[in-house]
């Protein structure tokens, strides 16, 4: 295994979340290639420039081209960065790592059901699912039905798209009433 495969396998470097982010939130990047100051100018386009030294900005760009997430193309004096599908792919891991349900200030007195039939051919797609769902704070109401106070149907979308699953594997239900809902709002404390 190369050094730059497993530095890929390392989710928590910070630089390389900054750089997808960067990138995600950007589309491309554009720089002029002509000038003197080319490296100078991208590292000024990256927005956490003071959080890191140029030396690991500049390789954490070339490790992250060199693994296939970065396609970096040169036109008409301009030096075009976008992210590959491979890039797209590991942004989205990103994304799944700090994915957060925001508690409003007030509870709206709606329960979100999420409702979800995945086949024993996508067993780990399930299981990944399942653990993500604790991990954000849902509590199993039963075997294939969680349950949680506050709107998460983007968080959850976000799940489905990133594991390749459905809509007809995963739905989001918002319900006004759950008979007896005493033992979950004591679980929220609600």
Known sequence: MSKYKYYFKQPKSEIVKDIFNWLVISGAVCIAASSPYFILNLLNGFNNRKKYKNKEIYNAF????????????KKNHQ?????????RRRARMFQIDSLKITQPKR????W???????SQIKKTRREIFRGKLKELGFHPFQKSVWAHP?????EVQLLRDFLGLSSKEIQVVTVQKIEDDSFLR?????
Do not use: A, H, M, Q
């Not at 030096?79 to 890039?87: A, D, K, P, V, W």
């Not at 509870?107 to 709606?110: R, S, V």
């Not at 506050?150 to 983007?154: A, L, R």
């Open 62 to 73: 070339y490790r992250l081209r060199k693994g296939g997430c970065l396609n970096i193309e």
């Open 79 to 87: 030096i075009y960065i976008n992210l590959t599908e491979e890039g």
């Open 107 to 110: 509870w709206d007195g709606k």
């Open 112 to 118: 979100r059901l999420v409702l979800f039939d995945i």
């Open 150 to 154: 506050y709107p998460c149907d983007d």
């Open 186 to 190: 004591e679980i929220f404390k609600l």
